[in-house]
């Protein structure tokens, strides 16, 4: 399950961190964290993503030593750190409320834990300097973070956790606080600041869109377990179950039974009746029920002659106007509620609500995977 980092090499191969065997439970009974194993390369970002409760927080908190595992160990390179405190691990810290100390200046809020390390005044000026440049924040050096915008925190936050040059940074749901805009902004700044200086971060977040943008793999979590962990693409292309493919981006799902498989590909009767080739996702056999997942973008209108496969008639019941793109809900192939994403350049500006079209998908863009609630699809 564990991939390379890309442009690792061969050389830098041993996981910086690892869990093994995992667990934290706080009643003795309900595992939060279970049986985690996980390898996280030295210099990626790694992302842990999943719903509230689903365990990736008490991950992030249990790497940090502020929680203690029920089970199992993490190594921080070859140290096992169960019982190592906080304090003594050289762990940076982002979190959402940027926690800096509000008596204190920018530069002494970088400067506190360079002198807590007992670096020398030149060597904490230089970095302070460099850490503050690196943010493009050397002008604010002398104000207080209450005289600074909520983004200008969180990078003055981001400098702390990186001055003293930790062996890992953590980061937990750290652009929560900011509106839509200054947050897209800090994803990449951050990105590229980890690009800059190849730090490895492990980074918590409930928002997809923004494990995506930043992540070199992320792990979905649900009910304390990872439901996969991989390339923003692969899981947005390729989800590994059902959980992941709703999860992850917008998703529409058709139910039926797989009636054969053949290789990589099955075909799957929907419970309309109609027909669907599709790529085989972790569907057992024959006979089982099946969620066939379809993004968006991958369904497209048919304006010319019509594909072998995977057709069908569907009627229009709202058109949505986003700019560059509209989407168009459908009523199609058993769903109520089926979307068509379609660029504005290939619109037929006529088209409307009640109008009936045909809409294709190409069965390599079509996932058949486990059934998440077989009653409720029939």
């Known amino acids: 399950m564990n991939q390379a980092v890309p442009g690792a090499s061969s050389a830098d191969s041993a996981p910086h961190v690892s869990f093994r065997g995992t667990q934290k439970t706080y009643d003795g009974e309900h595992l939060i964290v279970s049986d985690l194993n996980l390898d996280i390369r030295r210099g990626e970002f790694l992302t842990l993503l999943g719903p ?66 007992k670096l020398s005044a030149a060597d904490i000026d230089l970095k302070v300097k460099n850490a503050l440049d690196m943010v493009r924040l050397g002008e604010f050096a002398k104000r207080y973070p209450q005289q600074l915008s909520g983004g200008q925190q969180q990078r003055v936050a981001l400098a702390r956790a990186l001055v003293f040059d930790p062996e890992l940074v953590l980061m937990d749901e750290p652009l929560g606080a900011l509106d839509k805009q200054l947050r897209e902004h800090m994803q990449l700044e951050i990105k590229h600041i980890h690009q800059s200086l190849g730090v490895t971060v492990v980074f918590v977040t409930h928002d997809q869109g923004e494990a995506l943008t930043m992540s070199d793999r992320i792990a979905v979590f649900d009910q304390g377990v990872i439901q996969q962990i991989d390339s923003p693409e692969a899981l947005y292309e390729r989800p590994a179950n059902s959980f992941v493919a709703s999860f992850i981006g ?82 199609l192939a058993g769903s109520h509620d089926f979307t068509v994403k379609t660029p504005i350049s290939q619109l037929d500006k006529s088209l409307q609500a009640g109008d009936q079209i045909q809409v294709a998908m190409d069965p390599a863009h079509i996932s058949a995977l486990d059934a998440p609630d077989a009653a409720t699809a029939m």
């Open 52 to 117: 509230s409760g689903s365990g990736k927080t008490t991950c992030l908190m249990m790497l940090a030593g502020f929680e203690t595992p029920t089970a199992g160990e993490i190594r921080l390179g070859d140290q096992v750190i169960n019982k190592v405190p906080p304090h003594k691990r050289n762990i940076g810290m982002v979190f959402q409320n940027y926690a800096l100390f509000p008596h204190m200046t920018v530069a002494e809020n970088l400067r506190f834990p360079l002198a807590v390390r």
């Open 250 to 331: 917008e998703n529409n799902a058709l139910h039926g039974t797989v009636e054969s498989l053949d290789g990589d590909f099955c075909r799957v009767r929907l419970d309309c009746g109609a027909e669907v080739l599709a790529r085989a996702g972790n569907v057992a056999g024959a006979g089982v029920r099946t969620m066939l997942s379809v993004r968006p973008e991958r369904a497209f209108l048919v304006n010319g002659p019509a594909p072998s496969v995977n057709v069908f008639a569907g009627a229009v019941k709202e058109v949505i106007y986003l700019g560059d793109h509209v989407r168009i809900r459908l009523g």
